[in-house]
């Protein structure tokens, strides 16, 4: 038994030594350096290489290092029938959390429009508005989404959520299934995306749903690229059907230079780390699962293939 | 008995109509109209010009339009022995712990970085701070600054505050006075100025300051624009002594375009808008004292002239 670290990053000498700093005896390889690919049973990977996973016989759990697996069901030669499992880090939560927060009020407080006009060194003071008149909607309740509809109630705002079946969540209003994105987003005057993308939520952020948000509404997508229609979104600035927008997140990162959300004077972008999984908050989910792999136990945090999340 | 409003803004009217709206026999006039000097007994102003006070022989009470008093001390020519009040605005001090909020978390977040980075295309991932791990330093803990204190603390920043007597605020460590400059600086991560403008704190914000904080503390000045030595703040930032600065308040406002913290790097401005006085929530203390005028008893948010606030 082994684990291979599968990653494009920089970051395979991190993990592996976050990984030996709590369990000394693992035996943890690159898929870089050579390795004995008969004795691997756990993948820890992230974004890998299209193709990489086919090459382990005896593969029994892709660890996914982030909340995120959809770039796993991208990979046609992933294996069809070996567990999937995700990290359901504190942190990961609580630091989108946080980050959505700052990008409301950053909005909310005007800081979009300041940074534009100290550019071209234009003083015009813009009417502010305040937490307790805004009604913010999560889309997407899971581990991230619910905690951040939370968070925000507790700081002041109206909070409503939506997600495909119905949740509750305490002094959050919450909508479901297509019956209820109409009534949801008519009342969403800051709409933020944290939905799992799958096949029925791809391309969910586009012209028509922008339609059915109040005037001026303003979105913020922290799930995936893939969720955003960009030439939607870009046109609907542009009418002033939305006042702005919040990235984190596009169909292709880094974004290329060409690419026109860069100048966009009402579009802020952050370059996909709204909240990035901590190796050592992480690290112990990993090797419980791989302890648990060798009892033949059922594993933490495992991904239905069916639901993609 | 009469009022008189006195501003240089575009504001005379705004303030007028809200006083009638809620006492509609009340005798108000703008000082651009013809007035009955004589009849005057309470002056409404904000930043009015210098002298203009003095033409009212039986002025009773000159009353701030804002939490602000300073710029009345500025006048020579404002008569001496007449009582100052100044606005207790409940939204003044929720919306300046706002402002300071999203300030704080724009900064953790790394947004104004992101902000530099996206005008020239970088994607140039950042690690950010979480909430936990940062400690503010509230310097001036009135009304705004107590408010701010306990707020920051509710959403999970380690806070404490600094004042000239010695303040206790709940679960936020004070300090006070010259001997506790000191040790409340050196460990303000983030340090926020909500002093009043007086002799004693004019350019407090000044490069000896700036040496007692941590390396590279971030400075939030939304106080008055006097409490910052400018040249010492670029000083500190072009050395990296500081990270960076959030300015609301300039020692000229607006700020003359040709002034170097418009195109700094490490400075993001606002314009002097941080917390605006809402004329709806102010004119009822405005007419109390005015009926407190009349029947000779105590005034309300009376203003020390020797502390100067």
């Known amino acids: 038994m082994a684990i291979v670290i599968i990653r494009q990053d920089d970051k395979i000498d991190v993990w592996k030594q976050a990984l030996l700093n709590r369990s000394p005896n693992l035996k943890v390889y690159s898929y870089l350096e050579e390795h004995p690919k008969e004795e691997i049973t756990m993948a820890l990977i992230w974004k890998h290489p299209i193709g990489s996973l086919a090459q382990y016989p005896n593969l029994k759990c892709i660890a996914s290092a982030g909340a995120g697996v959809d770039y796993i069901f991208d990979d046609p ?59 913010v909607g999560i889309m997407g309740l899971g581990e991230l989404g619910s905690l951040t509809a939370l968070d925000l109630k507790k700081v002041g705002f109206s909070v409503q959520g939506w997600s495909k079946t119905k949740k509750d969540l305490k002094d959050v209003s919450t909508f479901s299934g297509k019956e209820g994105l109409k009534p949801f987003l008519s009342s969403s005057q800051i709409l933020v995306c944290l939905l799992p993308l799958t096949p029925e939520t791809e391309g969910i952020l586009n012209k028509e ?22 030439h939607d979104l870009i046109a609907a600035l542009d009418n002033n059907l939305l006042s ?5 997140v596009y169909h292709q990162e880094p974004l290329p230079v060409s690419h026109p959300f860069w100048n966009h004077p009402k579009i802020f972008m952050t370059p996909h780390y709204a909240s990035v999984s901590d190796t050592n908050s ?23 293939r069916i639901k993609r999340y």
Do not use: C
């Not at 005007?110 to 003083?123: G, I, L």
């Not at 702005?244 to 984190?248: E, P, Q, V």
């Not at 992480?282 to 239905?304: A, H």
């Open 244 to 248: 702005g927008a919040s990235l984190d």
């Open 77 to 135: 030669d992933a294996p069809q029938h070996v567990p999937i499992t995700r990290v359901i880090d504190p942190f990961l939560a609580s630091d989108m959390s946080e980050h959505v927060l700052a990008l409301i009020l950053a909005e909310i407080k005007n800081f979009n429009t300041y940074r534009v006009q100290q550019a071209s060194q234009e003083w015009k003071p813009k009417n502010y508005k305040r937490i307790k008149d805004i009604t």
């Open 209 to 230: 749903l922008f339609l059915q948000l109040p005037k001026g509404a303003y979105i913020i997508n922290v799930a995936r690229g893939g969720h955003l229609v960009d």
């Open 282 to 304: 992480v690290v112990p989910q990993i090797i419980e699962n791989y302890e648990r792999l060798q009892i033949g136990t059922v594993l933490l945090n495992q991904v239905d």
